[in-house]
């Protein structure tokens, strides 16, 4: 989630099995509380930057989220963004979560191309 000017991300907790029924429901919760203006959805791409199945699956969740908000969804190249939150988290000692401080990471180099 970032600050209203898009400047600072901040984590999330993370949504496990968001293909799952309470998974869908948390997501629906999320968005009505927090009102998006965008939805940024992590793309697991190769180190060679080539698709596999991870990002191919991301690219079926994104597509299945667009038809069910009104803000746009965007794919953005995850590589590397749990190598940086581990460094971050093990230099903070911070108690987030990998996954959320990796979604931070995304985030800020998604917020900082923009």
Known sequence: MSDPTGTIA????PIRKVESKEGRAEL?????????????????????????????????F????????TVPVELVDERLTTVEAGRR??????ATSIDSLAACVLL???????
């Open 28 to 60: 629906d919760r999320v968005i009505a509380a927090n009102q998006p203006q965008m939805i940024v959805v992590g793309e697991p791409r190769h180190l060679s930057g080539e698709r596999g199945e991870q990002a191919k699956a991301a690219a079926a």
């Open 10 to 13: 901040r984590p999330l907790p």
């Open 108 to 114: 800020e180099a998604f917020l900082a191309r923009a």
């Open 62 to 69: 994104a597509e299945t989220l667009r038809r069910r908000v």
């Open 89 to 94: 988290a093990g230099e903070s000692g911070s």
